[in-house]
């Protein structure tokens, strides 16, 4: 039985090879190839254009000294001072040599006195603002914080 399968497997290859081989010698080439024929020079005509009558010689004859740009030109001015809102004034409270002691201290002042602020870190140093427009308020601040050995001032800045 394997003799038999052998034999069909050795037989339909040795058809395949043969077939291949016929196909390959009697290959024909049915490309067709397409020469174009160039003239020579000699038998170019010789077309040059008249220079008085090219249009780059119009461009360099015309005065007209009005520039257009290939777009429409559109102005638009909006009014955004009612959409930013104004400026606030505010009240900056400046510290010398200041640490986590003393900003714990301001927090603690601030707290106890009812006075709304904003604590802000810039480079590592605490900014400290106030919302208060009442100077006695103010130099509350600075006479407590002077308890506590903290020397401090209050400068106006505008938010």
Same mark, same amino acid.
């Given at each position: 039985? +394997?003799?038999?399968i052998?034999?069909?497997?050795?037989?339909?290859?040795f058809?395949g090879?043969?077939?291949?081989?016929?196909?390959?010698?009697?290959?024909t080439n049915?490309? !067709?190839v @397409?020469t174009k @024929?160039?003239?020579?020079?000699? @038998?170019k005509?010789?077309?040059t @254009?008249?220079?008085? /009558?090219s #249009? !780059? /010689?119009? &461009?360099?004859?015309? /005065?007209?000294?009005?520039y257009?740009y290939?777009?429409?030109e559109? $102005?638009m +001015? !909006?009014?955004?001072?009612?959409?930013?809102?104004?400026?606030?004034? /505010?009240?900056? &409270?400046?510290?010398s040599?200041?640490?986590r002691y003393?900003v $714990?201290c301001?927090? +603690?002042? &601030?707290?106890?006195?009812n006075?709304?602020f904003?604590?802000?870190?810039d480079?590592n140093?605490?900014?400290?603002?106030?919302?208060?427009?009442k100077d006695?308020m103010?130099?509350?601040?600075?006479?407590?914080?002077?308890?506590?050995?903290?020397?401090s001032?209050?400068?106006e800045? #505008?938010l």
């Open positions: 039985m +394997q003799k038999k052998l034999g069909v497997f050795f037989t339909l290859l058809v090879v043969i077939g291949i081989l016929y196909s390959f010698f009697n290959y049915d490309t !067709i @397409q @024929q160039y003239p020579s020079p000699m @038998q005509e010789n077309k @254009q008249n220079i008085r /009558s #249009w !780059i /010689s119009g &461009l360099a004859k015309s /005065s007209k000294n009005k257009e290939p777009v429409n559109l $102005f +001015q !909006i009014n955004l001072h009612k959409y930013i809102p104004p400026k606030v004034k /505010s009240y900056k &409270l400046v510290i040599n200041i640490d003393s $714990f301001v927090i +603690q002042t &601030l707290s106890d006195l006075l709304p904003v604590l802000s870190k480079k140093v605490p900014n400290i603002y106030i919302n208060s427009s006695d103010l130099k509350k601040v600075t006479k407590k914080l002077k308890e506590y050995d903290i020397n001032k209050i400068v800045e #505008w």
